[in-house]
């Protein structure tokens, strides 16, 4: 049982660290695609914003957006306003569950449930805690279906006819 909270926890922190990457490249590509000063420097930075609650990635592409909406290139503030809400805050929810979910061993919907649960139940922590709170409780029942004595099926003596 504790094999398998510990792969959970690596499994939900390996999660954690893929998505901040993923987050941080594709806003870093897009700021250096429209002519932001210091891109890559902002991908970066990103990547840290992505591991904070509520407010993640937004926190370096909004200010992004109202930089160009402010130097007059409101045609490139609209790109990034679109691409940063679109692809990049949204890759958290469709990636996490994927990326986890295969290392730990269940299923993505399995896990999509187990971090929503774990949201709710512990705040933003619960993006580790829900699914190694699931994967706690589902090694449990496995333990005690394990445990239980089988009784051998018997069949009922054949009555012989007699002709």
Do not use: C
């Not at 690596?10 to 954690?16: D, F, K, N, R």
């Not at 893929?18 to 250096?32: E, Y």
């Not at 706690?136 to 012989?160: G, M």
Request: aromatic letters at 8%; hydrophobic letters at 60%; zero cysteines.
């Amino acid at each position: 049982m504790l094999l398998r909270i510990r792969d959970v926890v690596h499994g939900s922190m390996y999660g954690v660290v893929a998505i901040a990457a993923i987050q941080g490249a594709l806003n870093g590509a897009m700021f250096w695609l429209l002519g932001i000063p210091a891109a890559a420097l902002w991908g970066l930075v990103t990547v840290f914003a992505s591991m904070v609650p509520l407010v993640g990635t937004a926190a370096v592409w909004v200010p992004g957006t109202v930089y160009l909406f402010m130097i007059g290139e409101w045609q490139k503030a609209i790109v990034l306003a679109v691409w940063g809400a679109a692809v990049v805050s949204s890759v958290d929810n469709f990636l996490r569950p994927r990326l986890v979910a295969g290392r730990v061993g269940l299923s993505g919907v399995g896990m999509f449930v187990a971090m929503l649960g774990g949201l709710q139940a512990f705040g933003a922590l619960g993006i580790v805690l829900g699914p190694v709170t699931f994967a706690a409780a589902a090694a449990l029942v496995q333990v005690l279906r394990e445990t239980q004595p089988r009784v051998p099926r018997t069949e009922a003596p054949r009555e012989e006819r007699i002709a």
